[in-house]
């Protein structure tokens, strides 16, 4: 047997967006592997509900997504990066065999994908400037097109970048797609823009708003979101409306709050969509709502379930537009659930228990989903729409798994609080112990050292599976025990569980976190005396506060943090997440968020501490990690700052696959010098790149 390794990542394949073909016979999903130290290469693949292997469906050229059957079953469409541009552009193939044709040359790219219920048209949204539209570059560009950078760079927005780029007056609009137009313009290489309607930032609806969420109703209707409010950017009301295209009459039909990921429709005119309410709207728990176009009734068919809606699934209904499908958080899993969109009965589980699902599809009598469990990374199963029955279609890393180690994951529930204190109630915690693949629980006397990971969100839950599965794996594999838990503040145990940690991140959380660290460390094969800390994100900002707040640990690997709340509410796109969980801004209690601030009590901080950040990482931006870092550094602590150019917030789960490997041995590494098990020396006393896949000591500029 092999163990596991960071740089295995490089041979671990992963599938997303699961999408049934009409009929149910067949489920097209995205295929996705590391091709290189900088890329990947994702592919269309689809596979037998019945059985028999997947077959590649698209060819390995550039990263295909998005994969949605026509109505009748007869195209594919899907998004591609394929040929000259790394715009995405659409693409459509004949499902009898033939060659995929690309039917769109638009400058902004292509998201949100959806047939019309007769199949005539497509639906998609891409992000374009004024400019573009007045030059029609977003019906269509020269593949050669190149849009000028900024110089200087004036901004008039309140959120002015997202992701890993700077928006440059970029909006989101909605455009429709005329096929058999646009198919017979595709024979002659002649994508002039003619098959491509603009459905807003016309004459009736202002260019300068995000229109995001759209869907079709019957074939003539389109429904989707924009933010309102004097300044749409401060605000968290969405604007629904209903387009009849035959008219171009448009109508606002009901507004909703909070954070709009998606709307579905059914053809007779329900409208599902998110609700989250606006007061301290980042802590409290989304629900969906169906609007019924002909009655103006609003139904909350979530509103028994003690669960916050979405976490990357999303809603989606079923065929006969009765029963609404979604998945939420559960207990340290990722469920699916059903529900009656009427409301007429309280939602079942469908299945999940212990699983971390992903995407779903729903068919005419299955669903279809990608779920990933302590033995695997990801895979497409189905199961019937009432749950009773399960099957995997896919082992997509079968072979890399045949000769690796994986251990299961120990489910620990420990209690928080004194059962005579009156002023808070005991509470129990969710957490998981992973121990190396040697460990033997009849060999008493070995004892390993302890990595504790605290996740990001805050409003988030952690699995025995997911994003994670690697990096636990890896960490279990280099001989030490991982410790994860959900603390309070983590969705899946209910809205009461996630505002605990209201006006206080740090100290609620971190007592959490210490009470499930003491209660593993009575195990004999834990050794108290070497245990280690990271997190990334919210679980950075919580790393980083308690080396602030205790000496309990050996060493910290503190990730894409945020380290003063004032900084980050400056420069973030989520400063809503401030006003949300703690009620202020900073002009109102600079103070206040000050002593919240893990950079506030740098001074207080023995603990050797390594800084991961990334240089275009907007969501938590870099200069809070130089303020914390400048302050380790003032203060002589041990501390290194590694910054990975190119990558953004994402980098754990999407980054450049040579730095998802490099950021892993570096968290490694930093703990095996202060572990005395491993006989390493502090990875400060090492050369630059001992250690780390790299190996090139000349790829580091040394500062």
């Known amino acids: 047997m092999q163990p596991i390794q960071a740089a295995d990542y490089h041979d671990l394949v992963q599938v997303s967006d699961p999408q ?77 065999g033939g060659e995929a044709r690309r039917v769109t040359s638009v400058v902004g790219g292509i998201g949100d994908l959806e047939w019309s219920p007769d199949g005539s048209r497509l639906l998609f949204t891409q992000q374009v400037t004024a400019d573009d539209r007045e030059a029609d570059r977003d019906l269509a560009v020269d593949a050669d097109y190149e849009s000028e950078e900024p110089d200087p760079r004036v901004i008039d927005r309140m959120i002015y970048r997202a992701g890993t780029e700077y928006l440059d007056g970029r909006r989101s609009h909605i455009y429709t797609l005329e096929v058999a137009a646009a198919l017979e313009s595709s024979e002659t290489d002649d994508l002039d823009g003619d098959a491509i309607t603009r459905l807003t930032g016309t004459d009736d609806q202002p260019v ?47 507004q909703t709050t909070g954070w709009v990921s998606s ?53 989606e209904w079923s065929p006969d537009g009765e029963t609404l499908y979604l998945s939420t958080p559960d207990e340290g899993s990722r469920v699916l659930w059903s529900v009656p969109g009427d409301a007429s009965e309280e939602p079942a589980k469908v299945y999940g228990d212990g699983a971390d699902i992903g995407g779903f599809s729903v068919g005419e009598n299955a669903v279809a989903y990608v779920v990933s469990e302590w033995d695997h990374p990801g895979d497409i199963f189905v199961t019937t729409r009432g749950g009773n029955e399960v099957h995997r279609l896919t082992r997509v890393n079968a072979d890399y798994l045949a000769d690796k180690p994986v251990r299961q994951p120990e489910e620990v529930w420990f209690e928080v609080g004194e059962e005579s204190s009156e002023s808070e109630e005991r509470r129990r915690i969710q957490g998981w112990l992973l121990t190396p693949p040697e460990f033997d629980a009849d060999a008493t006397d070995e004892q390993y050292p302890l990595v504790v990971e605290i996740h990001g969100g805050p409003h988030a839950q952690w699995t025995t599976a997911g994003t994670m599965w690697h990096e636990f794996q890896t960490l279990a594999a280099r001989g030490y025990v991982v410790f994860w838990c959900n603390p309070r503040g983590s969705t899946g145990y209910g809205e009461e569980h996630a505002t605990a940690i209201e006006r206080d991140w740090g100290d609620v959380t971190l007592t959490d976190v210490l009470a499930g660290v003491d209660a593993v460390c009575e195990r004999e094969y834990v050794d108290e005396d070497e245990r280690f800390v990271t997190g990334g ?50 002009w109102e209690e600079p103070e206040f968020l000050w002593e919240q601030s893990p950079a506030a009590h740098v001074d207080g901080v023995d603990t050797p501490t390594l800084v991961i950040h990334s240089d275009c990482d907007y969501r938590t931006p870099a200069n809070t990690a130089e303020l914390f870092y400048l302050g380790l550094q003032k203060h002589g602590v041990d501390t290194r700052l590694v910054r990975y150019p190119r990558e953004g917030h994402e980098l754990s789960r999407s980054g450049e696959p040579a730095h998802v490997v490099d950021r892993i041995e570096r968290i490694a590494r930093w703990f095996d010098g202060y572990a005395d098990s491993h006989e390493a020396a502090p990875a400060l006393e090492r050369e630059r790149t001992d250690g780390l896949s790299s190996g090139d000591e000349e790829s580091e500029s040394e500062e």
């Open 208 to 254: 300068d708003r995000d229109y995001v969420a759209p869907t079709w109703g019957d074939g003539e209707t389109v429904y989707y979101a924009a933010k309102t409010g004097e300044v749409p950017d401060d605000s968290l009301t969405y604007e629904l409306y209903e387009r009849d295209l035959s008219s171009g009459v448009v109508h606002s039909f009901t």
């Open 537 to 586: 994100s919210f679980g950075g900002f919580m790393t980083a506060w308690a080396v602030t707040q205790t000496d309990r640990f050996e060493a910290a690997v503190s990730q894409r943090g945020v380290y003063d709340l004032t900084s980050f509410y400056g420069s973030t796109d989520a400063f809503k997440l401030i006003e949300g969980d703690f009620g202020t801004t900073p």
């Open 20 to 96: 049934f073909e009409p009929g149910d016979e067949r489920v097209a999903f995205v295929r996705r592997t590391p091709e290189d130290d900088e890329s990947y290469t994702a592919s269309i693949y689809v596979v037998p509900v019945g059985g028999d292997e997947p077959r590649q469906f698209t060819a390995s050229d550039g990263v295909d997504s998005q994969p949605r059957f026509s109505p009748d079953g007869d195209w594919l469409a899907f998004a591609s990066t394929r040929g000259e541009t790394d715009r995405q552009q659409l693409w459509l193939v004949p499902t009898d």
């Open 263 to 315: 709307l579905e429709a059914t053809e007779d005119g329900r409208i599902a969509f998110e609700y989250t309410p606006e007061e301290n709207a980042s802590m409290r728990q989304t629900e969906i709502r169906v609007h019924d176009r002909e009655t103006g009734e609003e139904r909350t068919p979530t509103e028994p379930l003690d669960r916050t809606v979405g976490h990357n699934c999303g809603f």
